[in-house]
């Protein structure tokens, strides 16, 4: 009796062991996979032309790295950029037979996503809001911005009296030379008659010049496009 006792004890406890390996084994497959960080969070973290770029902070959404914006061609009309900002979107139209060498070169900007993820880093109530300068991704250099450029400045200049500072125009930033103008751009809350023969008006805000009016310094620029 204690002999078959002992047999039956040793089955039961192999079956009970392999009840719970099977139970086990079962649990595990029916788990959810581990969750992935969102696509979202995966910055852009440098330029096309291989710059590095800083992160966007956390309470601003990324740049998307999606494919190149087309380039224009002749064929195209006058070139719009499109800025997104955390506060709305900005339209602005060019003037590429006034000032076409300014407007090549910063569409060739857009089209790099050289202006992607920059901040705000001036704002005059009454007399502009200006941006364009790279150092603005790096808040440990903010002593320094409004000094910052693409490293190529237009060489030409093309400061035009067809086209005079008024609500909304849009002109290139030079640090006392129309022909060093480079990457930075204001917008002008108005008639700014002193600065017409010294700066290039290359465009004008056709939409969201209520948004521009809403922007302040440190505001992120999400993404700027060019549509013709």
Known sequence: MRRRSSRNDMAASVIRRVFFAVLAITVVACSPSPPEAP????LVSELADGTAVAAVPDDEPAVAADSA???LTESSGPPILVIE?????IEIET???EAP???EHIVALVNRRFYN???IHRVEPGFVVQFGDPQTRDMTRRATWGSGGSGNPIGVSEVNPAHKH???SVALAH????TRADSQMYISFGPQPALDSEFTVFGQVISGMDVTRTLAVNDVIRRVTVRP
Do not use: F, I, M
């Open 39 to 42: 696509a979202e969070k995966t």
């Open 69 to 71: 914006d087309p380039v």
């Open 85 to 89: 900002t955390a506060k709305g979107t």
């Open 95 to 97: 003037y590429p037979d």
């Open 101 to 103: 060498q300014s407007v």
């Open 117 to 119: 993820g920059l901040r």
């Open 166 to 168: 008024r609500l909304g």
């Open 175 to 178: 640090p006392g030379d129309p």
